[in-house]
């Protein structure tokens, strides 16, 4: 993954240095008359979208094609010069086409109402009361407020700061939160991972900083695709091989004396034709397009298409124990005094600090509803929670006229590793309870060690609720050779408790990522041999997804917390659930809006099944490309007619290629994707399309010696297209393995279609086959068989050979 360009002191997004507000920048906010004069000037939010291509975009896209073109000309030519039927491959690239044309329209239809569904809304004041907007609403001026998770959609300057703490790591490469006070400057793209504030919007629209980079990188898109850039590499090979054949073949055709110029153009025509394979392109698109359509009725919404290929060929999944494995909310369970504490004083304290925060965290939540009485106790200063210090913080003036400062958070960070309490917290740990230290400071909160001297006061006991298809996901991850690795800021005992429910090998065995090692190459280690970590800090997150990646996995993470980021952001695939932090769902490419973790074996088979199927088609399409040239190359070495017209390769097309070409590109395919698209295709297409063009040339060589006389030319074609249509058939016979009963089906379906052409006279007449005599019929079959024994050998040698 890439980040955004480093930005130096002083330049004009500095975040540093204070900045002069527009008016208004007042508390309340603008005002709805204040609001509609920006609309009127324009001064909105128009930010370019994450959205799917335009109808335009999509028409264009598969109507404006090279090789459409190519056909294009080629079929008006066909139908001033020949019959109808030689025309006929014309009407299947319009039907082509419109096919293409129609899903795509399908999956943007379904992306669009996803979008709308899993849509950030910033909340904005106006006329002093907080409303959430679309993005897209925001005027120039609207005073923004923030909290935990949220993302800075446009850039401005900070009003209010509450131990607002911001990242912008993804913007200027600095990993620590930068701490903002009343009058920096706040960046578009980055977010909130502890505090609360609000600042108003000083640049919207295409001025904001993040802004610059939408319109490119937010959009679906198949650029990075390996098998999008495979298949144009594929076609760029098809270019070269198939202008210079083509000339030839034009050249030899059209200077032969044996038949009249309209036949001659025909021929050539027939001959040029089959070298496109003009039917991967779309399959490849409709196997995309069906996958978000697919996925979209199971409420995933893929942000960026790739990541449904990308999915696919992931062989590592780092996941997140809280909103994951776990359902967000939690109870508290049990409160342990410790030290002879007096517990009403200690509920007190955790109803004032449940109090003390206005966009409170999970834990804080479950604790404010257990006891929500801190009435009296009058909040001084506030710490936020952040996932990099592992705790929160107030000081209270009482309602005895004391002050006091309190720290809530993780035992093992708040304690010193021998303190007693730890035993009990261990042994909590262990049945998979998540566990808070409710501490006294010693000092102030903004001591630099606000954690020394703290006096343990008690225990929160909390219960987190398993995810009921957890269990289920972890399995199939595992059947499918996916190594899962949970990875949790929470104590390492207790996360390895939660995995142990849930089945995961590894989980008895827990790593404390503290001491895990600095080095790329032994934290690699580490994790291939370990599966559950905790105490792991927002960067160690990142860093683990960078050693993972080293050592050549694929790596996919899942999150849904403001910690995730950075590394859903390094990650191979990013997977946010829906009910996630705005920051979060903005930087991941699958958001899984109905929040669960069952649907990502959803989205792996699509990807198994788009990337897997469609290199199965793609060898179809270029053994037809291979054969053709191979043939068109023969014919002008040999001076020969070419053997073909045009309505005879639309037929051998349509029944080896085309048809079964669409079914066998949409079954399920639960094998991973493997790299290296285009090596992995052509191993097969070179020796398939070369046997097949040989076989077919030798029968058509002895049946120009065996039949003479008016006619011949008739009787050569035919046999020419029974070689072609056999060999052609037992290459899909080893596409379409392993069989199943519908896939047997179809190799028969398509068998049986080619014998009713044969023994239908009217049939016979349009396609222009007719078979003559049964001695030459019989040798074609019997080379035919010889071709299929050499594909059987070839694709074996080659599998061995080039294994892939």
Request: charged letters at 20%; one cysteine or more; proline letters at 5%.
């Amino acid at each position: 993954m890439t980040h955004g360009p480093h930005i130096d002191a002083g330049s004009e997004l500095d975040p540093v240095h204070p900045i002069a507000l527009p008016a208004p920048a007042r508390a309340a906010g603008l005002t709805t008359a204040e609001v509609a004069e920006r609309v009127a000037r324009g001064e909105v939010n128009d930010v370019p979208v994450r959205s799917s291509r335009s109808t335009t975009e999509i028409v264009r896209a598969n109507v404006f094609t090279r090789f459409n073109a190519i056909i294009g000309v080629l079929w008006l030519i066909m139908l001033f010069v020949a019959p109808f039927q030689d025309s006929l491959f014309g009407y299947v690239i319009i039907a082509n086409t419109g096919i293409g044309i129609i899903q795509e329209q399908r999956a943007k239809r379904t992306l669009d109402g996803l979008a709308v569904i899993g849509e950030a809304k910033p909340t904005v004041r106006r006329d002093g009361k907080a409303a959430a907007v679309s993005t897209s609403e925001i005027v120039l001026g609207d005073l923004i407020e923030l909290g935990p998770g949220d993302k800075v959609v446009v850039d401005g300057g900070t009003i209010e700061a509450d131990g607002l703490e911001i990242d912008e790591s993804l913007l200027t490469g600095e990993p620590d939160p930068v701490l903002k006070k009343p009058g920096d400057r706040m960046m578009s793209g980055s977010f909130v991972v502890a505090g609360s504030g609000a600042f108003t919007a000083t640049k919207v629209g295409r001025q904001a900083y993040a802004a610059q980079l939408a319109d490119e990188a937010s959009r679906f898109t198949l650029v990075h695709s390996e098998l999008r850039s495979g298949i144009s590499t594929i076609l760029k090979y098809v270019t070269w091989m198939m202008v210079p054949t083509a000339i030839g073949l034009i050249i030899s055709q059209l200077v032969r004396e044996r038949h009249d110029f309209k036949d001659s153009i025909a021929r050539t025509v027939g001959g040029i034709i089959p070298m496109i394979p003009e039917g991967l392109v779309l399959l490849t698109s409709v196997a995309f397009a069906i996958g978000v359509v697919r996925l979209g009725r199971k409420q995933c919404l893929v942000q960026e298409l790739p990541a449904i290929e990308g999915l696919a060929r992931v062989d590592v999944v780092c996941l997140d124990k809280t909103g994951t494995l776990t359902e967000g909310g939690m109870n508290v369970t049990g409160l342990r005094v410790l030290g002879g504490e007096d517990k009403a004083h200690t509920e007190k304290a955790l109803g004032a600090l449940g109090a003390s925060d206005p966009r409170p965290n999970a834990s804080l939540k479950a604790v404010t509803d257990a006891y929500p009485d801190g009435s009296g106790w009058r909040c001084t200063q506030a710490l936020p929670f952040s996932s990099a210090r592992k705790y929160s913080g107030a000081s209270f003036g009482e309602d005895g006229g004391g002050t006091s400062t309190w720290l809530l958070g993780a035992p093992d960070v708040l304690l010193p590793a021998d303190d007693p309490a730890l035993k009990e917290v261990g042994q909590l740990n262990e049945e998979g309870l998540r566990v808070l230290l409710l501490a006294r400071a010693a000092g102030p909160l903004d001591d630099t060690d606000a954690v020394a001297g703290a006096r343990p006061v008690a225990l929160v006991v909390l219960e987190q609720r398993l995810r009921p298809d957890a269990a289920d996901t972890l399995a199939y991850f595992a059947e499918q050779d996916v190594a899962a690795k949970v990875i949790s800021g929470d104590n390492a005992v207790a996360v390895g408790a939660v995995a142990g429910k849930l089945g995961l090998p590894g989980a008895a065995d827990a790593v404390d990522a503290r001491r895990l090692p600095g080095e790329p190459e032994d934290m690699a280690e580490a994790l291939d041999t370990h599966s559950v970590f905790g105490r792991v800090s927002p960067q160690q997150k990142r860093a683990m997804v960078a050693a993972l990646q080293g050592r050549g996995h694929t790596v996919a993470m899942t999150g849904d917390g403001v910690n995730d980021v950075l590394a859903l952001k390094d990650a191979d695939i990013g997977v946010s659930m829906g009910s996630g932090s705005e920051a979060t769902r903005a930087v991941a490419q699958i958001v899984l809006l109905n929040n669960s973790f069952a649907t990502l074996p959803s989205v792996v088979a699509e990807g198994r099944r788009v990337i897997g199927n469609i290199t199965r088609v793609a060898t179809l399409f270029l053994v037809k490309t291979v054969y053709s040239v191979l043939l068109a190359v023969l014919v002008v070495c040999f001076q020969v007619e070419y053997p073909f017209l045009p309505r005879h390769l639309t037929m051998l097309s349509t029944l080896t290629i085309g048809i079964p070409a669409f079914f066998l590109a949409l079954a399920p395919n639960k094998e991973r994707a493997k790299p290296h698209f285009v090596r992995r295709v052509m191993r097969y297409s070179v020796p398939g399309g070369v046997i097949a063009g040989v076989a077919t040339f030798a029968a058509y060589m002895i049946a120009r010696h065996y039949y003479t006389g008016a006619g011949a030319l008739d009787a050569e074609t035919s046999i020419a297209t029974l070689a072609l249509f056999l060999v052609s058939m037992w290459v899909l016979a080893i596409i379409a393995r392993p069989y199943t009963w519908w896939r047997v089906l179809l190799v028969a379906a398509m068998g049986v279609a080619f014998l009713l052409v044969l023994a239908v006279p009217g049939l016979q007449h349009f396609f222009a086959l007719k078979l003559v005599g049964t001695v030459m019929p019989w040798m074609t079959v019997g080379i035919a068989a010889v071709a299929s024994l050499g594909l059987e050998v070839a694709w074996r040698w080659v599998d061995r050979r080039y294994p892939g």
